[in-house]
């Protein structure tokens, strides 16, 4: 990563439905445009959790309108860190990438109570990533 480029992450989890929607949604609100914020999924679900939804609407954040989206080689590659959030083997793995893999609990399948918490997580987790690149929180 240059001096001059922004840094570019991605989030990836199997369904892009819940955990990695979320953490892009607050790496993107929270980064303030400082960098390059991209999620995907391993196998893409039809839709974002409703419950996901919710969550993040108590945070402020609209994920109403946010779509799965399928992993490609090319997002691995235009991305400076790669964030797995348990999709296991299923990631791309190219050299000169930064990879960390946040074991988070799956909000599918789980009513709005339970995914706050992961969603509490997330968060915590994104101030400190936003502190490793270097990046003061918006």
């Known amino acids: 990563m240059s001096d001059t480029a922004k840094p570019s992450v991605l989030f990836v989890c199997v369904h892009?439905?819940?955990?990695?929607?979320?953490?892009?949604?607050?790496?993107?609100?929270?980064?303030?445009?400082?960098?390059?914020?991209?999620?995907?999924?391993?196998?893409?679900?039809?839709a974002v959790n409703p419950a996901a939804v919710q969550a993040m609407a108590e945070a402020g954040i609209d994920l109403s309108a946010e779509t799965p989206k399928v992993l490609t080689s090319e997002a691995v590659r235009a991305s400076d860190v790669v964030i797995t959030m348990g999709c296991g083997d299923?990631?791309?793995?190219?050299?000169?990438?930064?990879?960390?893999?946040?074991?988070?609990?799956?909000?599918?399948?789980?009513?709005?109570?339970?995914?706050?918490?992961?969603?509490?997580?997330?968060?915590?987790?994104?101030?400190?990533?936003?502190?490793?690149?270097?990046?003061?929180?918006?």
Not at 22 to 41: K, P
Request: with cysteine; glycine share 12%; net charge neutral.
């Open 16 to 46: 892009n439905a819940g955990r990695s929607q979320m953490a892009a949604a607050f790496l993107t609100r929270l980064a303030g445009g400082a960098v390059e914020v991209r999620s995907a999924g391993s196998a893409p679900a039809a």
């Open 90 to 138: 299923t990631c791309p793995v190219f050299p000169g990438k930064t990879y960390l893999d946040w074991a988070l609990d799956d909000p599918a399948g789980q009513g709005v109570a339970a995914v706050r918490p992961i969603r509490d997580e997330i968060e915590r987790r994104v101030r400190g990533l936003l502190h490793d690149l270097g990046v003061e929180p918006a």
